[in-house]
DNA sequence: CATTATTGAACGAACGATCGTTCATACTAT
DNA sequence: ATAGTATGAACGATCGTTCGTTCAATAATG
């Protein structure tokens, strides 16, 4: 065992603790949204005292940037998809598949729409926000890249540009499914279509 | 003189102390956010005492309602150009630049983006919101079909969910030029191309 | 037309609740 | 013995709303 996991129990229920403000906190701020979202029901939801949370965490808005960081690392898989050798139409069909599945959950949804609408105001966060999002489309970028060279894609004018409308399109229909309660499982095949339709050759 | 205007001084005073404190909230929720927002701030803000302002609107949530009412009414003039009756592709293109104009004063596109995360709690906003959507879905909807009849667009498989994603195409593209410091200009010819790409004939 | 009633705009103090944070203190694993 | 977890009372600030009151404009009355 290397050294560096040299946690005492203590050190262990101090993580466990942490995780269960965190989980609380997400809870909360879904439910009644950060600014309605008091430190006392956080603590309460995490079984947790008022005075107990500041040991772990320095405030409030700090426990919504630690949130917005886990949120940024769920990106990762969506990654691995885009970076798979298979003929970029297919890869980027399977990319809005599994995106469009993670979209399908609400709570992923409203707590996107909360932090953004945070980020609006709050620069730490609004940059946690673009940086997560240059990673995927950068990504999204090589791929849309490479279906042009290898002639799957038609040759857009700006694929950047292009990516940002993908990614775009899905977050915001899958908005549309939480407030019009359509599951976006119903929605998902229109927006392949019409991406497809967009990047179609001739 | 119709007697329906039967205004007395007091009455435009009021309804112009009204606006005064209609245009201060939207101000102050531009600037602070609806739940930074105090109501002392807005009454601050329009010249009028704290006391005062609860003469002329029951509470702060009534202030926000009738702020989505005048919102709901911004978007006549572009129905106005989905109803021109020149080629499909020519009516889209125009208003796309119409709404995407719209959309290039940050004002707009914070407030929205206010009106719509308050919306996912509070149910008397959220149907403002759908209920000015599917005004303007609806009168998309009959162009977007007007152009398949007519041979302009290709038959896409369901125009109201093309309709939403050109909708929302347009607006999360507002959101991110915001987000990014990128004027709406250097975006829009983007989502055009795009647009126009995903509904060609062939 | 002159006069009184009546209405509602305007004010700011005050209320009770809740906010985020700090504090003194007790306790326990190291 | 020490360092860090845990507690809940307490703090000052601010919240949305209500209240009693003043005052001027309108409506009603003669």
Not at 22 to 29: D, G, I, P, Q, Y
Not at 88 to 99: E, H
Not at 113 to 127: F, G, M, V, W
Not at 166 to 183: D, G, K
């Amino acid at each position: 065992m290397p050294d560096s996991k040299a946690a005492t129990n203590r050190d262990k229920a101090t993580a466990k603790r942490r995780n269960q403000i965190l989980e609380a906190a997400v809870m909360c701020f879904l439910e009644k949204g950060y600014h309605q979202t008091g430190v006392r029901d956080i603590a309460a939801r995490a079984g947790v005292s008022l005075g107990n949370l500041y040991n772990h965490f320095p405030g409030k808005h700090d426990v919504l940037v630690e949130i917005a960081q886990l949120e940024r690392k769920e990106v990762g898989p969506f990654l691995e998809v885009l970076m798979k050798p298979s003929p970029a139409p297919k890869v980027l069909d399977g990319f809005i598949g599994a995106y469009a599945k993670y979209l399908s959950a609400p709570e992923n949804v409203i707590l996107s729409l909360e932090i953004t609408s945070e980020a609006i105001r709050q620069p730490d966060i609004a940059r946690l926000f673009l940086d997560t999002r240059e990673n995927l489309i950068a990504t999204l970028v090589t791929l849309v890249e490479r279906g042009i060279a290898e002639g799957d894609f038609r040759s857009v004018p700006n694929a950047n540009q292009v990516s940002h409308l993908i990614i775009e399109i899905l977050e915001s229909s899958a908005e549309r499914s939480v407030f019009s309660n359509t599951p976006m499982r119903k929605i998902v095949g229109s927006v392949r279509d019409f991406v497809s339709a967009a990047l179609q050759p001739q």
